[in-house]
């Protein structure tokens, strides 16, 4: 027979697969210092033993925005050591890919950079059997990173930026640039804007900003998309445009403030002051932020603030949700649900968010309100 | 390469024993382009080994073509010529690759230990890595269960896509007359421009609707891969099995060897190296995959080592996630690292795959005159 | 279709086999099925993408990105994606052919197995480690030639200035696409040249043919079509690659220049907006996907003519 061909070109195969056995014989989870069965010894205050019963198992999957990924993980790692068997995946495909896994019923919760629009509330309740929420619990303020040596604390007005990032001012010292930098020597280094060559949550909301604090000189459409004909040079996700702005002088990016490593940031004006982006300035404008109309009492949709003149708030924060059923059919499933987003609202949970991914705790009265949506969900 | 298009020998000498040049011509050459590669590039502002190279090969092709025309005629300096562009092509090509390779390595080797190949990443969060950073805590954090899914899912993948390939060729090859035949042929080009991500969504979808909505396991992934790697399978061994000299199937026939067994015996196994490059490469092609994987088989930190239930990690996604998306935004050199490990392991993977099947093609390819 | 496999009618040489074998019959089924299968698998993967492609045609052209419609959105797309394969055609296949001479004819036989091994190595490298090499190696090297190109050269509107900052251009992520190929290419054309019958090249050198003359005469035509097949199977991945492209070039609206930022790629549009698309947006994604779709259709068709053209050469014909 023709066994000995077969036995030919799947040989590599079979040593493939013999390699995978032996492989599954020898590997383990590593030591975090942070699972439950481990010794205490208290240099890791946040792996508090035993503080969600422990008693859950089972696997959780959830999808959607790579924003909040780092965050996610350090939620999970979080949940994962009070529930030592319990698994939960997050696969961070994107917000539209999130929501629309949602809204299928493939996955039991979502993250998502947007919250889910009317349509796809329908199709939620659908799969869910019941309304289902967003619940906004990372907040991300977006730093403004420049490359250019010599010039410490730069400070932009909205217009500025704006006419930064559409071309119209193309030198650093240009009059607009010197007006808001009284104090500063300017180069007459030509201007490359650097932004996303990807569809972006983090490009959605600083649009969003541009659009709403410097209407007159920001006139393109709000999308994740950078608009197609404005100069200068994209890169792909966060360490992307990073290593652009790192890359040449002159340059001058948007992205995750957590991200920005060395690079200097540029502080924005807000009424008649410049803010530095920080944890509390991005909580502060969320916090001065009016919910979104028209919504169910507990769909905690925000309306950002982004022209606010409130003093010490940053307005230029990305807000990411998760979302969530109000009720889950299968009570495993919702066990899980409970208990992650739970953790995830809680103290402990915001702060290991903070810790590990730089994000903003949500402010305590948030906390409060979330708390009480999730202690509202049904299961079975 | 008629005597008479050859230009005249000088006088006396027959066409056989015409001049040559002294073997040690080409070295000489060499030797005398280099050091005046590395004049000229001084002369013209400045020494750079971009001038210097370039210059010296230059002088090279240059010198060594006219001379060898002048005193050994336009054949043998075409032929030198040729020679000198071949060796330049792959001199050229090499520095790209030699670049590659040494990035990977130089950077791979920073968290490269078996503690790297042997741990998972459940539990790991930015804050390890930070602590990691300021030394107040040990590097954590591996690719295991990413090692292990690219083996079960590429494995799978092969399993389905070899034999169904390796048989399509035969097929198109030793059978295959008529509309099927070119359909097929046909069809096989279209799928090798199949985009990846569309592949990922149609195992996506195909799997909703077979075992339900959400479906991702590594089976998922595998499945998604075939598509991909059939026509790479298809394409090339069709050109293997093509070129196996129809001396070899008729001498079968004639000794009354049916027509599989000759396909079996004979014009497999002469084309066998072929076919195994081209499964390697068909491997090579797939395991480097992202975002199939994702939207089929899942992303998880955690081990999981059935590809029929559950979502599954893939070496790929691991390298995309830690070079892209950071575990901590503010230190996000060990994640870095770590994606740079993954990748040394990826290529240590196909490495090994790639020995074992050139080592089965040797042991049971048909002795040659090579 | 044809249901029942004739006997072999296409030799007539070959004495002709009253009864067929059941070994046979089997061994020729199971083939055909695997090759209908494929034909399956396509129709599902057409029907799958025609289904999700579809609302784009039917959308309001105003409703398309860039709100023109969705020629006007693909079209500088098609001209990025074919910019980028041309670019790394041009660079990758003398350089491929040229490796794979030296591995089969020139390079000592020890030497050129491992380099062989090495350069079927390289076909491994995911596309992400490329788009990190790119930008971290390449980029930043190749920048000062882009700069000449605008400066010296760029009357062509190919190279019209002013050149990129980060050298984050269509030319390096050609160059990037090239070096991502050459390995295939060099693989397929490698393999074909070894299987040059050895009786031509004998007879090729004892004619007094210098090297050069026999591989021009005995090793390049036989090898002509799976020269074209590697040649086509490079240009799959460079048409279809994604990440890499994703990560190298710095995209943007449509341009000529190739040395500045600007242009996009199908594949590598799809790759950064679809994760965060929804909706219409998804669709006219997947309806791009459709349009590469059918430019490999159309490459390979053409390469498919060529090597008919040339198919004396075969082997099995």
């Known amino acids: 027979m023709n066994l000995s061909i077969v036995r030919r070109t799947l040989a590599p195969v079979a040593v493939a697969s013999a390699a ?5 014989a020898c590997g383990s989870d590593p030591d975090t210092g942070n699972s439950s069965n481990e010794s205490p010894d208290g240099d890791n205050s946040e792996g508090s033993d035993g503080a969600g019963g422990g008693d859950l198992s089972g696997t959780l999957n959830g999808a959607g925005a790579s924003s909040q990924e780092s965050a996610v993980q350090a939620w999970i790692a979080g949940f994962q050591g009070q529930n030592p068997d319990v698994t939960v995946n997050y ?8 929501r629309e896994q949602f809204t299928s019923g493939a996955v039991a919760f979502a993250g998502s950079d947007a919250a889910l629009d009317e349509e796809e509330l329908a199709a939620a309740e659908t799969a869910c059997g019941a309304p289902a929420v967003d619940l906004p619990l990372f907040i991300d303020p977006i730093a403004v ?7 410490d604390n730069l400070q932009l007005g909205p217009v500025t930026l704006a006419n930064i990032f559409n071309g119209t001012i193309t030198t650093w010292n240009d009059p607009a640039i010197v007006a808001d930098n009284p104090d500063a020597t300017l180069p007459d280094t030509t201007i490359t804007p650097v932004h996303r060559s990807d569809e972006s949550g983090t490009t959605e909301n600083f649009v969003e900003y541009l659009a709403a604090a410097a209407a007159e000189a920001w006139t393109y459409e709000v999308s994740g998309e950078w608009p197609a004909d404005l100069p200068g040079e994209a890169g792909a996700q966060t360490p992307g445009v990073i290593a652009a702005v790192q890359a040449a002088e002159g340059t001058i990016g948007y992205a995750s403030a957590a991200a920005v490593g060395d690079l200097q940031t540029a502080a924005i004006g ?8 920080s944890a509390e300035a991005a909580a502060a404008v969320v916090d001065a932020s009016p919910r979104a109309e028209g919504r169910a009492e507990n769909d905690i949709v925000l309306e950002l603030a982004r022209d606010t003149t409130e003093s010490g708030a940053y307005p230029i924060v990305l807000v990411s949700y998760t979302v969530v059923c109000t009720s889950y059919a299968d009570p495993a499933v919702g066990d899980l649900v409970k208990g992650y987003v739970g953790y995830v609202a809680s103290d402990e949970g915001q702060q290991a968010a903070a810790a590990a991914a730089g994000s903003a705790p949500i402010s305590p009265e948030l906390q409060a309100e979330v708390q009480a949506v999730v202690e509202s969900i049904e299961v079975g | 390469m008629s005597v008479a298009t050859k230009p005249a020998p000088p006088a006396g000498a027959s066409s056989l024993a015409q001049n ?8 000489l050459v060499l030797v005398l382009s280099i050091a005046a590669g590395a004049g000229l590039s001084a002369l013209f502002g400045g020494f750079s080994i971009v001038s210097f190279a370039v210059l010296s090969v230059l002088a090279f092709l240059v010198v060594n073509t006219v001379l060898s025309g002048v005193v050994e005629g336009r054949r043998k300096a075409k032929d030198k010529l040729v020679t000198g562009l071949v060796y330049t092509a792959f001199g050229i090509a090499l520095v790209p690759l030699v670049s590659v390779i040494w990035s990977v390595v130089d950077n791979g080797m920073a968290r490269f230990s078996i503690d790297f190949l042997t741990t998972s ?8 890595d930070q602590q990691a950073l300021e030394g107040t805590a040990p590097f954590i954090g591996g690719a295991y269960h990413a090692i292990l899914g690219t083996f079960l899912i590429t494995g799978l993948a092969t399993v389905i896509s070899v034999p169904i390939g390796l048989l399509t060729s035969v097929y198109l090859v030793e059978y295959g007359r008529g509309r099927l035949a070119k359909a097929i042929t ?7 421009g199949i985009p990846s991500i569309v592949a990922g969504l149609f195992a996506a979808a195909l799997f909703a609707v077979l075992f339900g909505v959400g479906t991702r396991n590594g089976f998922a992934g595998a499945v998604a891969l075939s598509v991909l790697m059939i026509p790479v399978v298809v394409r090339s061994s069709e050109e293997m099995l093509r070129i196996v000299p129809n001396e070899l199937r008729e001498a079968a026939y004639a000794l009354g060897v049916p027509k599989w067994r000759t396909i079996v015996r004979v014009v497999i196994p002469t084309a066998i190296s072929g076919i195994a490059s081209g499964v390697t490469l068909a491997i090579a092609r797939v395991v480097g995959e992202t975002a199939p994987l994702i939207v089929t088989a899942g992303f998880t930190s955690s081990i999981n080592n059935n590809p029929f239930s559950d979502w599954m990690m893939s070496l790929p996604a691991y390298v995309y996630s830690q070079a892209m998306r950071p575990l901590s935004g503010s230190s996000p050199q060990p994640s870095f690292d770590r994606a740079w490990a993954a990748a040394l392991t990826l290529i ?12 089965i093609a040797r042991l049971f390819a048909p002795k040659t005159g090579r | 279709m044809t249901t029942t496999e004739p006997p072999p009618t296409e030799r007539p040489a070959v004495a002709r086999r009253p009864k067929t074998r059941p070994g046979d019959r089997i061994f020729s089924r199971s083939a055909q099925v695997a090759g209908i299968l494929i034909l399956v698998i396509l129709a599902g993967v057409a029907a799958f993408l025609v289904r999700e492609a579809l609302p784009t045609f039917t959308a309001d052209p105003s409703e398309i990105d860039g709100g023109k419609g969705f020629f006007s959105y693909v079209w500088p797309l098609v001209f990025g994606t074919l910019a980028a394969a041309v670019i790394a055609l041009i660079v990758a296949t003398p350089l491929a052919l040229g490796i794979a001479l030296f591995i089969s004819h020139y390079a000592p036989r020890r030497l050129a197995q491992g380099l062989g091994y090495i350069v079927d190595l390289l076909a491994a490298i995911p596309s992400v480690v490329f788009g990190l090499w790119g930008i971290q190696w390449l980029a930043p090297q190749v920048q000062p030639a882009w700069g000449w190109l605008a400066d010296n050269l760029g009357f062509i509107p190919l190279f019209s200035g002013p050149a990129s900052a980060t050298g984050r251009t269509m030319m390096t992520a050609g160059l990037v696409l090239a070096v991502m190929i050459l390995p295939i290419i060099t693989a397929v054309s490698r393999e074909v040249f070894l299987q040059t019958p050895t009786l031509h090249e004998e007879a090729a050198l004892a004619l007094g043919a210098t090297r050069w003359e026999m591989i021009r005469m005995a090793v390049i035509p036989f090898g002509r079509p799976g020269i074209i097949s590697g040649i086509m199977l490079g240009l799959g991945r460079a048409l279809g690659e994604t990440m890499a492209v994703a990560m190298v070039l710095s995209t943007g609206g449509f341009t000529w220049s190739m040395v500045t930022a600007g242009n996009n790629t199908i594949a590598a549009e799809i790759a950064l907006d679809f994760p965060e698309s929804s909706g219409l947006k998804t669709n006219t994604l997947i309806a791009a996907g459709l349009v590469l779709f059918a430019i490999t259709l159309a490459v390979n068709m053409f390469a498919r003519w060529i090597v008919s053209r040339r198919s004396e050469f075969s082997g099995a014909n």
């Not at chain 2, 040559?20 to 070295?27: C, E, F, G, H, K």
């Open chain 1, 20 to 24: 995978a056995l032996v492989l599954a």
């Open chain 2, 186 to 192: 046909f069809f096989v080009d279209v799928m090798t």
């Open chain 2, 348 to 359: 240590l993977i196909v490495m090994l795959l790639n020995l074992v099947a050139r080592l």
């Open chain 1, 145 to 151: 990173p420049y490359n250019l040596p010599g010039v």
């Open chain 1, 270 to 277: 807000v009424g008649t002051e410049f803010v530095e982006y």
């Open chain 2, 20 to 27: 040559q040049l002294p073997r040690y011509t080409t070295q």
């Open chain 1, 91 to 98: 696969a961070p495909e994107g917000s539209g890919a999130g």
């Open chain 2, 121 to 128: 990443m459940r539990n790991v969060t930015g804050l390890n």
